[in-house]
């Protein structure tokens, strides 16, 4: 089993930066593709942003690209989501997800974390 752990998530303004943190522990050997998705209340879960540990492919959703960069810290199990340039749309929880295959689909999944809060005020 993988656990998953967020960070980094707050309240910032139209125009600023966050980093969100996604630390795993357990079985991360079993780890080949993380993935962020979020969502906002009364809104289906939605793909951000996933990266191919095998490859180092990423993908992003259209909304957030040239905005947002998903990394890996080799130094560590955690894998980072840069949000610049935040838009009051990107208020969200956002929760990183492992699983064998970097996809937009949120069943390709099988560890999810709790999430963290991304507030974004106008």
């Known amino acids: 089993q993988v656990q998953l752990v967020e960070s980094g998530g707050g309240l910032v303004q139209a125009g600023d930066s966050l980093r969100l943190s996604c630390a795993a522990s357990?079985?991360?050997?079993?780890?080949?593709?993380v993935g962020w998705f979020r969502q906002a209340p009364g809104k289906e879960r939605e793909f951000v942003a996933a990266?191919?540990?095998?490859?180092?492919?990423?993908y992003y959703a259209d909304s957030v690209k040239d905005r947002f960069t998903i990394s890996r810290d080799n130094a560590k199990t955690t894998v980072n989501l840069q949000m610049n340039s935040l838009k009051p749309e990107d208020t969200a929880k956002y929760y990183c997800?492992?699983?064998?295959?970097?996809?937009?689909?949120?069943?390709?999944?099988?560890?999810w974390g709790q999430g963290t809060q991304v507030t974004v005020s106008s």
């Open positions: 997800a492992v699983g064998n295959l970097a996809t937009q689909n949120w069943n390709g999944y099988r560890n």
């Open positions: 357990g079985r991360t050997f079993t780890i080949y593709a």
């Open positions: 990266l191919s540990l095998s490859t180092g492919d990423t």
